[in-house]
């Protein structure tokens, strides 16, 4: 059981898993940032059914929440030009993801009464000026759990990102096994490891996101 | 017509092999429909022992619905596809689908029975109980069926989650409509294009009747029965979220 650890816990192999996480990670944050801007665009627009943009919207919206994320993967990295594959591959999760974000922060706003806007144009604010100081602030304190919850969401989409070669986490933990085979006997041993302690490194950081998220629920006044 | 990436060949080319895209349709409706049920089978009962009082039975609902909303489910598929083998389980790719995404949404669905059996007033089981029922018989006959219409709309929405999720089986040669095109477009003539906006008009068709029917069904319970329902769905919302 010792020389299966030291098979593949040495040096390079952590730097190995170290930079996954990292890139893992990486894509998450910035996935979700530009979701949040382009997703509270969608969602605002959304909101105004009678204007072309806000059909187009809520069109964008539906088709990217009920198509699978793999799909628009494949679409991005083999069929568009220009740009890393990791650079494709994350624009795919990301249009995917703003759409999901779209609909959390169309609740948010939805939860607002509508006397805020109301007021706010009645004291001579302009609709941007309004969004800006008096409807956002108030929508993003109400979503921040459940944006929180998408990056949990989101760090385990990336994983998809590995069947495309992009080398995260889940991709590193594949090739990790295989180079492993050239140097030794791979046992049953070996792989067990391998795939729990990947799933460990996962579980670590969305376990202690997610405990976050719930200690925020609690403490919300209600 | 030239070469292009929606060449008028390659659209026939895919008309022609239909059958790939048919199969592969039939193997991503069939995993679902046993996934979700065994998705429902596993979330009613960890839904039960979460709300059963019983601290070690809660336990062993929490630490299930912990590990496996916070490891990705592509994870999982592989770990059942390559590691289980060497300890001689050996499954075949359909079988893999079928339980390892019944097992990661039957995580999500305990969530939504727990949230559910949350929202109803706690005098319920109470009364139920006096009467002589037993915990079973109280969930089975008295709270549970008040659930049904309050959590609907969260579960509609995991089914179209669980129907996009089949896709983590094309990870592992799965033989499902996302797997079928993309093994058809990088094998025939690199027909990408129709391969993939076929694919995604399938899985739209599939998806988008549940999710408007999710929507429109929440709205009707909000307007029927504004007080009481909006605070069950509030309570219900707040934990489903994935």
Redesign the interface.
């Given at each position: 059981m010792l020389s299966v650890f030291s098979d593949i816990f040495t040096g390079p192999n952590i730097r190995y898993f170290l930079f996954g996480i990292l890139t893992t990670l990486e894509i998450a944050v910035a996935v979700v940032g530009i979701s949040v801007i382009f997703g509270s665009v969608l969602a605002i627009l959304r909101n105004y059914e009678k204007l072309v943009l806000g059909k187009l919207a809520g069109i964008y919206i539906e088709i990217f929440r009920n198509t699978p994320l793999l799909l628009w993967i494949l679409v991005c990295v083999f069929t568009l030009r220009g740009g890393t594959p990791l650079l494709r591959g994350s624009l795919a999760l990301t249009l995917y993801t703003s759409s999901v974000i779209a609909e959390i922060v169309r609740g948010g706003l939805n939860a607002i009464p509508k006397g805020q806007f109301e007021a706010g144009y009645s004291q001579g604010f302009t609709f941007v000026g309004m969004l800006r100081y008096i409807i956002l602030p108030q929508c993003f304190q109400k979503i921040v759990p459940s944006l929180m919850s998408q990056i949990v969401t989101t760090i385990k989409d990336t994983s998809f990102l590995g069947q495309v070669a992009i080398t995260e986490l889940f991709y590193r933990s594949k090739i990790a096994l295989s180079s492993l085979s050239q140097s030794v006997t791979v046992s049953s041993a070996h792989v067990f490891t391998v795939f729990l302690f990947v799933a460990l490194i996962y579980f670590v950081i969305n376990f202690t996101l997610s405990c976050i998220v719930r200690a925020m629920q609690k403490n919300a006044p209600a | 017509m030239g070469s292009g990436?929606f060449a008028l060949f390659r659209w026939q080319k895919l008309f022609s092999d239909y059958r790939v895209f048919a199969e592969g349709l039939g193997v991503t409706l069939v995993v679902a429909v046993l996934a979700l049920l065994l998705a429902l089978l596993i979330g009613v009962a960890l839904g039960m022992l979460s709300s059963s009082g019983v601290k070690p039975l809660q336990a062993i609902a929490r630490v299930y619905v912990?590990?496996f909303?916070?490891?990705?489910?592509?994870?999982?598929v592989?770990?059942v596809y390559?590691?289980l083998p060497?300890?001689g389980i050996m499954l075949d790719v359909f079988s893999i689908g079928v339980l390892v995404i019944g097992l990661y949404h039957g995580a999500y669905v305990a969530e939504v029975v727990r949230a559910g059996i949350q929202s109803i007033p706690k005098g319920q089981t109470e009364a139920s109980r006096s009467q002589g029922f037993t915990y079973i018989q109280t969930m089975r006959y008295v709270i549970l069926p008040q659930t049904i219409q309050i959590i609907l709309p969260p579960l509609t929405n995991q089914a179209?989650n669980l129907i996009?999720?089949?896709?983590?089986m094309?990870?592992v040669a799965g033989g499902d409509l996302?797997y079928r095109a993309?093994s058809w477009?990088s094998n025939g003539f690199l027909s990408?294009?129709p391969a993939?906006i076929v694919?995604?008009v399938l899985?739209?068709l599939l998806?988008?009747p549940l999710?408007s029917f999710a929507r429109k069904y929440e709205e009707k319970l909000k307007s029927r029965d504004l007080v009481q329902t909006t605070a069950e769905l509030a309570v219900v919302e707040?934990v489903v979220?994935?």
């Open positions: - | 990436p912990e590990f909303q916070n490891t990705p489910l592509v994870i999982q592989f770990f390559n590691a060497t300890v179209v996009k999720n089949t896709s983590a094309a990870v996302m993309d477009a990408y294009g993939y694919t995604g899985y739209f998806c988008f999710a707040e979220e994935c």
